[in-house]
């Protein structure tokens, strides 16, 4: 991590943020204060970012745990809807005690991201199919599965908009801060980076992707066998979606419904590239792209800066990154 | 049987953008660019013919700027890849998020509220027709040029074997930012006939889609122009379909997505299995 | 005899690269009509050199003066293996009409080319499917096709059997006749007695002799490639057979490379060397043994069959050296300890439960490193910094460390200086000394017949001929390896 080149790379995305909001005909100095305001401005305003900083961390995580892997898991979003969807649907059904319901639900949400994750992981492992398109073809179908069952078949009885029914109160998720959004979700995000971390560093299971993920003939040679490798990651990576899903759900909506992600899945793809694949460095990315996305409300309100700037944001941080090379050395390394 | 006519035009309609996308695909694989960007451009195109028409009144300049639009997104990645020898496939996604998000921003920018543009001159059905017919004429223009001219050889061996291409005394680089170059031109068509040919709107969310089936269209076709053409016309036909069959009570969604599956199904080989140019997507 | 106007100069060429300096102040002269080798070992910038001659890559200092064009015919084909022979050689220069390509005046071109230079090919076929002989001559064809006045050509017979070699030669002898110059990068030094009018050799980036052949020797040569001379490897052992590896009519791969019906048997205790030109099947052999690509036929360690798939057979003690280490053997970004530990990571004493032992990997790497004299700062390394000939060491006494019952080795000094090479190949030895069945790949037959108890002659899939260490016969095997009797 190259810290001078990385503050020129976000002077320059500043830079250019700036102009895109002079474009819209606001102010950048309004903008980026109402930004900062919206997002770290109160106890509130920080918790919300927490929140969007949860959310982010789980897709960005499955993303970077498959890239590491050397497959292109561009399926975030089609996962973490599927997690949330059967989540929801699971966790509307039943009612019983928090600590039953909840881990349920939850993993509900992993299984539903797995099994979306594992589609383009037997596509890829048993026929050789692209996990590129496979992940961008199944993240369509997801959102119009979504649609079909939230409006039709699923839809919650006596509500007016295509959403599930609402989760009784005893699968919520605990909330760490009262009168706020942020749950456990947080802390069990938190841990789950701090997983990941260890098991790429130290697990045999993290090195046989590694291998897998930077030399899969060599890989194949010493005995790792590559399909297993592939199908395990996209698996793995859509269920930890998946789980990401369930949170939104079970946390922050409490519900399913279509507006559970603005796109959480595409933006986790720069979160994992600016935190350079690191479960670590992810968490502060994240953190970086969760003020974006909660200030840009505030952004929106009062500085009248069309919120999409944010997007334009993250695609020329994508775009810029594309040019790293994550050679990925290994974790000790002189 | 209801309209013949009337579905055989429908599928047409359908498969114009899938034809000029799937088409700015097989030239850019074929040159060694794996180009997953082709959403964005086609965004981008349809984007910019609404601004422009809407500032100047003309959709003939609206159409100016949807070409000009592509090319600068299909430019950029074709820069990227052989001057920065960047990833192509996060730049293209990068290129995408960039494109999309810079249509919605400036949806905002144009009409003050986000979500879709106000209406502005469109081409109307004698400028649709126009544009169908150049799909068709470009698919067999690019098959003309791709395997009877010096270029097209050139360009066939740059997703070969760019090391032959330098030792024959050309430069790989140079052949491949034009591939790109052309291919935007094709996309920002693309992207024109969606939102000016079609209707005469941009929509947030407009391309739904059809630059991720343009890919599925190339490798159908196997990364030829008039198999990949064909490939369009056959999801263009599928999204006919699903007009049909709404009315029959099939729920749309899942008509919607039947493209989609098809395409994954299409990845399990079972539609038989062909290779991809060796140097699609190496970094070079 | 008055010298003609030279038809390339090279004068203090230096070529720096960000990692090394590959050319320190090289002059060079080919004269017209003349033969000339450039040897060196690996790494010591013949390529760079070549590169640089034909115009490819640009010198950091220094001056290219050539009489017209230079041709380059490279190691490893430039050629594109999809299209067809006359896209091949037209490409760039292709005859048009109009705004298209006149393929029958191509097709006629490349005829043409055949007829002058003797060089027979099918204008229509696709290369691909051309045995390797044959698709050099494509090469050839191209770069002839620019008239040049100076044809450069790198290790050109390193895929070619003996005949083909010697019609290579008569054609570069016919070409020399007509006024070219022609340059030979080889290491085969008997070739550069036999052919060449003048011998350069290239040392780490610098001329340390050049002069003709007839006033120098092999010897002589391989001193000044090396700077001194090479250390003796180990003695051998007398040994008693173990048990054995056995391959009964095995058959993998598919086409001209393919493995047909081979049966053979290597027990513990000696080195059997496979000779044969590169593309007769020894590729298929070795991955099918590795267990990456199926075959049909038997194969046995001892009594057992081996089991199918690679980790098994890594776990019942056969070990392979692939023929490319940097794809198939390492992963260079990671450290030494990482590719030492690679093959046995999944297995005690590498890994604890879940997870992997440091310190049993540390030691590991420690005594490869020891053992295999592999230069470098630290084990943390990233093995991408190290020399191909330490990354070859690493492989190598990684595959040694665990006293495999059963070890092939795939051209296991390729691309490895003299030195390097000469202790490799004394490890090899001591692990035969050892008890290992050892099958030994590889495409100098000097290697072969210096380091093994046995040779089989390869030819299409199949094995030709069987010799004993007491009768090794050169000219019958060299005959065998290009398909003779």
């Known amino acids: 991590m190259n810290l001078r080149r990385a503050a020129i ?260 793809i720069a979160v994992a590239l600016v935190g350079g694949l690191d479960p670590l460095w992810i968490v502060l990315a994240a953190f970086a792209f969760g003020i974006l996305q909660s200030g840009s409300l505030t952004m929106q309100a009062l500085a009248h800066v069309p919120k999409d700037v944010v997007s334009v944001v993250e695609g020329l941080a994508i775009l810029g990154l594309s040019a790293r090379r994550f050679a990925r050395r290994s974790p000790d390394a002189a | 049987m209801p309209d013949l006519i009337g579905f055989c035009e429908l599928v047409l309609v359908k498969a114009t953008p899938l034809i000029f996308a799937a088409l700015a695909g097989v030239l850019c694989e074929r040159s060694g660019i794996l180009n997953i960007a082709l959403e964005g451009a086609l965004a981008a195109g349809a984007f910019a013919a609404v601004a422009a028409s809407y500032e100047t009144g003309s959709p003939l300049l609206g159409a100016v700027a949807g070409v000009l639009a592509g090319v600068l997104v299909c430019g950029t990645l074709g820069v990227a890849a052989t001057r920065f020898r960047v990833d192509q496939i996060v730049a293209g996604t990068g290129l995408n998020v ?187 | 005899m008055a010298l003609a106007a030279a038809s390339l100069e ?18 060079l002269t080919l004269l017209p009509g003349e033969i000339h080798a450039l040897c060196g070992e690996n790494g010591a910038g013949k390529s760079t050199l070549a590169r640089i001659a034909a115009g490819k890559v640009q010198a950091t200092e220094g001056t290219v003066a050539a009489s017209g064009p230079v041709g380059l015919v490279h190691q490893h084909f430039e050629l594109v293996d999809r299209l067809r022979v006359w896209e091949n050689v037209v490409l760039g220069r292709e005859p048009r009409r109009g705004g298209r390509i006149d393929v029958a005046a191509a097709r006629e071109r490349v005829r043409d080319l055949s007829r002058r230079y003797g060089l027979a090919v099918d204008p229509d076929a696709v290369v691909e499917t051309l045995p390797v002989g044959i698709a050099q001559r494509v090469e050839i064809l191209r770069e002839l096709s620019k008239e040049p006045s100076v044809l450069v050509l790198d290790e050109p017979t390193a895929v070619l059997a003996a005949t083909e070699i010697e019609t290579l030669f008569a054609t570069l002898h016919a070409l020399a006749a007509r006024g070219a110059a022609i340059l030979v990068i080889t290491h085969k030094l008997q070739e550069v007695i036999g052919h060449a009018d003048r011998v350069t050799v290239i040392r780490g980036g610098l001329i340390v002799s050049t002069g003709p052949t007839s006033e120098t020797s092999l010897g002589a040569i391989a001193r000044a490639m090396v700077g001194g001379d090479v250390p003796p490897l180990s003695a051998r052992a007398a040994t008693v057979p173990g048990p054995a590896f056995v391959a009964a009519n095995v058959s993998a791969g598919a086409g001209a490379h393919a493995l047909r019906d081979a049966s053979f048997e290597v027990r513990g205790g000696e080195i ?37 798939d690679p980790a098994g057979r890594l776990a019942a003690g056969l070990r392979v050296i692939p023929q490319d280490r940097r794809r198939e053997a390492l992963v260079v970004a990671w450290s030494v300890v990482e590719n030492v530990a690679l093959g046995d990571h999944a297995r005690t004493p590498l890994r604890r439960g879940w997870n992997v032992d440091r310190g049993a990997r540390d030691a590991a790497a420690r005594r490869v490193v020891e053992r ?69 790949v590889s495409f100098e037959l000097d290697e072969i017949l210096e380091l093994s108890d046995r040779v089989l002659v390869m030819y299409r899939g199949k094995v030709a001929g069987e010799f004993e260490r007491a009768s090794f016969d050169r000219a019958h095997i060299g005959a065998l390896m290009a398909g003779g009797a």
């Open chain 1, 9 to 268: 790379f976000a002077a320059v995305l500043g830079a250019l943020a700036a102009g895109a909001m002079l474009l819209a005909g606001a102010n950048p100095i309004a903008g980026f204060a109402a930004l900062a305001r919206g997002a770290l401005g109160g106890e509130r305003q920080i918790s919300e970012t927490l929140v969007q900083t949860t959310a982010l961390l789980f897709p960005s995580l499955a993303v970077a745990f498959a890239f590491r892997a050397g497959l292109f898991n561009i399926g975030a979003e089609g996962q973490l809807i599927a997690g949330g969807l059967l989540a929801g649907l699971v966790g509307a059904a039943f009612v019983a005690p928090g600590w039953i319901a909840i881990p349920v639900v939850l993993a509900a949400g992993a299984i539903g991201g797995g099994l979306w994750g594992g589609v383009a992981g037997v596509l890829r492992a048993r026929f050789g199919g692209n996990e590129v398109i496979a992940t961008l073809m199944l993240n369509v179908i997801a959102a119009l599965l979504a649609n079909y069952l939230v409006v039709g078949p699923l839809h919650a009885p006596d509500v007016a908009g295509p959403e599930t029914a609402e989760l009784p109160a005893s699968s919520w998720l605990p909330v760490l801060l009262p009168h706020t959004r942020l749950t456990i979700a947080f802390v069990f995000a938190l841990a789950l980076a701090g997983f990941l971390r260890y098991v790429f560093a130290r697990t045999v299971f993290g090195y046989e992707l590694r291998a897998a993920g930077e030399a899969p003939h060599a890989a194949a040679r010493a005995g790792i066998d590559l399909r297993r490798t592939a199908l395990l990651a996209m698996t793995l990576s859509g269920a930890i979606a998946g789980f990401g899903g369930a949170t939104l759900v079970a946390g922050v909506l409490h519900r399913f419904n279509v507006e559970l992600s603005p796109g959480y899945g595409f933006i986790a």
């Open chain 2, 98 to 284: 960039l494109a999309i998000g810079g249509a919605a921003f400036g949806i905002v920018v144009m009409s003050g509220t986000p979500g879709v543009t106000p209406e502005v001159h469109a081409f109307g059905p004698s400028g649709e027709a126009v544009l169908v017919i150049l799909a068709m004429c470009c698919a067999l223009g690019l098959h003309f040029a791709l395997y009877r001219t010096p270029w097209g050889l050139h360009l066939r061996a740059c997703g070969e074997n760019p090391e032959a291409v330098v030792s024959a005394g050309l430069d790989p680089r140079r052949i491949r930012v034009v591939a790109t170059l052309i291919a935007g031109v094709l996309a920002g068509l693309g992207g024109i006939f969606l939102s000016l040919g079609e209707l005469d709107i941009y929509s947030d969310g407009m391309t739904a889609g059809r630059g991720f089936i343009a890919l599925a269209a190339v490798i159908f076709g196997r990364w030829t122009p008039l198999g990949a053409c064909a490939a369009a016309i056959a999801f263009g036909a599928l999204s006919a379909l699903q007009f049909v069959l709404q009315r029959a009570g099939v729920p749309s969604e899942l008509l919607q997505a039947l493209p989609y599956v098809v395409a994954l199904a299409a990845l399990t080989g079972i539609f038989g299995k062909s290779r991809a140019p060796a140097a699609d997507g190496v970094v070079f």
């Open chain 3, 10 to 27: 090279l004068r203090g060429i230096v070529k720096h690269y960000p990692a090394l300096t590959a050319l320190r102040g090289v002059d």
């Open chain 3, 272 to 308: 059997i060397g496979i000779a044969g030109v590169e593309g007769n099947g020894q590729a298929a052999l070795c991955d099918a043994i590795a267990g990456i690509l199926a075959y049909d036929g038997e194969m046995r360690l001892g009594e057992r069959a081996l089991p199918p």
């Open chain 3, 372 to 440: 295999f004299d592999v230069r470098t700062p630290s084990i943390r390394t990233s093995v991408d910094s190290l020399s191909g000939g330490n990354q070859q060491k690493i492989v190598v006494g990684r595959a040694l460390a665990c006293e495999p019952k059963f070890l092939v080795a795939y051209q296991p000094t390729r691309g490895v200086d003299i030195g390097a090479a000469a202790l490799l190949q004394s490890r090899l030895i001591e692990a035969r000394n050892a008890g290992a069945a050892v099958l030994l």
